[in-house]
């Protein structure tokens, strides 16, 4: 609570508040995720037949294991 207290009045005196680092991922292993996603979305058209003919659970996991994949490569 103390630091709360002490957050607000340096806050309202103008200083300026550190907040914690929120961990990013760089550009290049982004662009390699944007690529998966789009290999794997490549690969179920071709074994389903077409975009519509994917379930949605499939979808959902393909969603789950691509983020993941990105939060693991967040530093």
Known sequence: ???LFENWRKLLEGEVLDFPHQ???SEEDLQKVIALEGRIGELLRE???NTSEIPIDVIDIMEALINATEESLKK
Do not use: E, S, V
Request: hydrophobic share 35%; aromatic share 22%; proline share 11%.
């Open 1 to 3: 609570m103390k630091q």
């Open 23 to 25: 961990p990013k991922i």
């Open 47 to 49: 074994f389903y037949g």
